[in-house]
Antibody, heavy 120, light 111 residues
């Protein structure tokens, strides 16, 4: 059974870079055809898709975040990561990593989520 | 930015049937892209409820069903139970964004 677990700092200062890692267990991140994705949810609000990286390494990002986001894959560590630069208070949210399956992909496996607060 | 539109809230009594709508556009649902539905209980990560318009993952009761028509999709819940009280989100692919798009979410209250 595939499981995902987010990790990273819970507090980031404004203008700095938010970095999170999602560790995949139960299967190889490079096996199959999956879209490894990041999704966030501000407190009391809805879900926002941030971006994804395909098993092959190709990426796509939300247009509203594209200039600040990078999603990368580390097949040796069986992890994928999120970098969000120049953060502001508006980036404060619970960040989820998720596995996208099928086409168009649905998110069939989710991490438990990690709260990131942007504050000085 | 393109998005999917859901009603903020719906409610129903135990045993009743409720539906949650998800309205899109010609670049997502209207383009024929599948709609998926998620259930999110308070403080917990979303759970895939319906995929590919109307398919249920293993373990999801058949009280939950999905359908779509034109630029809209619907989630129906029959035999409403107290444990169904949660937030529900629709999701699809949007060709103008080259990525996923979510609805704003609907809070279901079981009266």
């Amino acid at each position: 059974q595939v499981q995902l677990q987010e990790s990273g700092p819970g507090l980031v200062k404004p203008s700095q870079t938010l970095s999170l890692t999602c560790t995949v267990s139960g299967d190889s991140i490079s096996s199959g055809s999956y879209y490894w994705s990041w999704i966030r949810q501000p407190a009391g609000k809805g879900l926002e898709w941030i971006g994804r990286i395909y098993t092959s390494g190709s990426t796509n990002y939300s247009p509203s975040l594209k200039s600040r986001v990078t999603v990368s894959l580390d097949t040796f560590k069986n992890q994928f990561s999120l970098r969000l630069t120049s953060v502001t208070a508006a980036d404060t949210a619970v960040y989820y990593c998720a596995r996208g399956s099928g086409w168009p992909y649905s998110f069939d496996v989710w991490g438990q989520g990690t709260m990131v607060t942007v504050s000085s | 930015q393109s998005g999917l539109t859901q009603p903020p809230s719906v409610s129903g009594a135990p045993g009743q049937r409720v539906t949650i709508s998800c309205t899109g556009s010609s670049s997502n649902i209207g383009a024929g892209y599948d709609v998926h539905w998620y259930q999110q209980l308070p403080g917990i990560a979303p759970k895939l409820l319906i995929y590919g318009n109307g398919n249920r993952p293993s373990g999801v009761p058949d009280r939950f069903s999905g359908s779509n028509s034109g630029t809209s999709a619907s989630l129906a819940i029959t035999g409403l139970q107290p444990e169904d009280e949660a937030d529900y989100y629709c999701q699809s692919y949007d060709s103008s964004l080259s990525g996923s798009v979510f609805g704003g979410g609907t809070k279901l209250t079981v009266l």
